[in-house]
């Protein structure tokens, strides 16, 4: 399955507390799009958020964010792991 990294630059106010509770809402919707969120990263200080996530392309991964909570990403790209 592809493998995507998404970026939100949501600005002042980004906090790890709520993230955690935004990745909850994609854990509990992700099913059936197929899709897993797999970890995330939180620069508070620059208000970004990246999510690492499993799908079978951008598209579900954006509609995952939107059904849970309406915060999509900026931008998603399609990405390899390296050993």
Not at 41 to 60: K, M, S, T
Request: proline share 4%.
């Amino acid at each position: 399955m592809p493998l995507f990294m998404d970026i939100h630059s949501l600005g002042d106010g980004v906090t790890m507390d709520a993230v955690a509770q935004a990745h909850q809402a994609d854990l509990a919707t992700q099913g059936p799009h197929g899709v897993s969120y797999l970890r995330y990263w939180v620069d508070e200080d620059r208000g970004q958020i990246f999510c690492l996530v499993e799908a079978p392309d951008a598209e579900a991964a954006h509609t995952v964010h939107r059904d849970a909570h309406g915060l999509v990403a900026d931008s998603i790209y399609e990405v390899k792991e390296g050993v």
